[in-house]
């Protein structure tokens, strides 16, 4: 790549087809259709820093010096055939909770090589991704070398580009035969979960930058909080509760429970041993290895009238904003606010609502990070954000909003030290299907191509330049 050559232009969208990604195309032959990186190298797995034909840097603007610029992903919802998951089970079973199955998702699994080329061409310097546990020990105690090998070469394509990884150990789904045992009700689960750690660490560990061990775990108490649309107001851990009872019927396993159905407080009990056994056994094997956590945050504000925040950060946050003190950073994951009465309110009337029906409110991620902050007092790291919408020009809007507030936090003195989009690819979003568009980078389904939206430039170039 030649010194002086312009950043992608953020009014450019180009595709890049399947056949081209698989006839092996570099990183280099993607760098040339979209645009190349003006990067000044610091030597092998170290961070790019931006050179000067990015732009005078504006003091005022910029970021603290190796900031964390990157995009996610989670295995299930972009890998595709997850076979051996819980999740792939249920979405299967007639009269599924899942509006579609996963199937190839984004065929990320053979595609990595030219996704992480792409990621690292648009000029952020960080991939968080995930293992997916049911790959590596499909049966219970067989753990496949050849699934962790590919983890490691996702992680050296990583180093390779010169990306720090952040790697999530569980991103919500697990193996089938753990589910079958009652997931993480069981009381043997915060052990079979740290065995698990425990190997994924001695095989990969040495690649990685920053671990977490999940994606999440307030979720099964969130959705207590959330009511759904509908006269009876049911809320959505209740009609989960339901979808388990016929889950358990169909599969003819009484045991049956997972990450989003079960009983929530036994799901966090069970989360919160798995966590502290399973950080000892990455830490037993990697104890310079930073380990945390990623916490799912609204910017939670008191509804006018009828305020039941306090009651909520107890209930949801707070068992969780604990243990982050004893990590080494607390991933913070956010995408608007709500207004808290005794349940979750809808957006006030004549917001602005994205795809999924959350407010457009970018302010948010100040406002968590902030708050995450104060109460954990660790290095934070923004770990997801952004918008789900067809519009890219809004997504653009968002960014733009979230990073302003965002620096202001840091500017006040909050320790932030990273950013990572939500997400790479439009993907499989959950009980959603592939509806709701999240990615930077869109996602034909029928043949792979990938096409970079403008939203990847503006958020690219900010992340080369260090600066808003
Ligand atoms: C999850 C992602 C999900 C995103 C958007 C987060 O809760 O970690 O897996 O796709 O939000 O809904």
Not at 68 to 76: N, Q, V, Y
Request: net charge neutral; hydrophobic share 35%.
């Amino acid at each position: 790549m030649k010194e002086g050559q312009q950043p992608f232009a953020e009014s450019a969208v180009k595709a890049i087809s399947r056949r081209t990604l698989l006839r092996g195309a570099s990183a280099a032959t993607v760098a040339g259709m979209i645009g190349s990186r003006s990067l000044a190298r610091t030597g092998d797995g170290e961070k790019p820093t931006p050179s000067s034909a990015s732009g005078s840097a504006d003091k005022t603007k910029a970021f603290p010096d190796k900031f964390l610029w990157g995009c996610a992903t989670a295995g299930h919802q972009v890998e595709g055939n997850n076979t051996s998951s819980d999740l792939w089970l249920i979405e299967h079973l007639p009269d599924s909770m899942f509006k579609e199955p996963s199937g190839d998702a984004c065929d990320h699994y053979h595609l990595y090589p030219q996704d992480i080329g792409m990621l690292a061409d648009l000029g952020f310097n960080t991939y968080r991704f995930s293992l997916e546990w049911s790959r590596i020990e499909p049966e219970e105690g067989f753990f496949s070398n050849a699934e962790l090998e590919h983890y490691r070469r996702m992680l050296a394509t990583c180093r390779e580009h010169h990306l720090t990884t952040l790697l999530t150990y569980s991103h919500f789904s697990t193996p089938r035969w753990f589910a079958f045992k009652g997931g993480w009700q069981n009381p043997a689960a915060p052990d079979l979960y740290a065995r698990f750690c425990e190997k994924a660490t001695r095989h990969l560990g040495d690649l990685v930058g920053y671990a977490s061990t999940f994606n999440e775990p307030d979720i099964p108490q969130l959705l207590n909080w959330i009511t759904l649309p509908g006269p009876q107001g049911t809320n959505l851990a209740e009609s989960l509760q339901g979808s388990l009872g016929k889950i358990r019927k169909q599969l003819n396993t009484p045991e049956f429970a997972n990450f989003f159905a079960g009983d929530a407080k036994k799901i966090r009990d069970g989360l919160l041993a798995a966590h502290h056994k399973g950080k000892g056994a990455m830490k037993s094997v990697r104890s310079d290895m930073p380990v945390g956590f990623n916490l799912a945050m609204s910017d939670d504000q008191p509804a006018p009238e009828d305020d039941h925040l306090a009651a909520k950060r107890a209930d949801v946050y707070a068992p969780w904003l604990e243990v982050a003190k004893q990590c080494d950073y607390l991933g913070v994951q956010t995408y608007s606010r709500t207004l808290v009465g005794k349940k979750d309110l809808p957006p006030p009337k004549g917001a602005e609502t994205t795809q999924v029906g959350w407010e457009f409110y970018p302010e948010c991620v100040e406002h968590v990070v902030r708050y995450a902050s104060k109460e954990a007092a660790v290095p934070i790291i923004v770990t997801e954000n952004g918008i789900s919408t067809d519009d890219d020009s809004r997504r653009v809007e968002y960014v733009q909003r979230a990073l302003a507030g965002l620096k202001r936090a840091i500017d006040d003195g909050v320790d932030a030290r990273g950013y990572v989009a939500w997400s790479l690819l439009d993907n499989f979003e959950w009980m959603s299907g592939y509806e709701p568009k999240f990615g930077i980078v869109a996602v034909d389904r029928v043949t792979q191509r990938r096409t970079i939206k403008p939203s990847a430039a503006v958020l690219g170039n900010i992340a080369r330049r260090n600066s808003l």
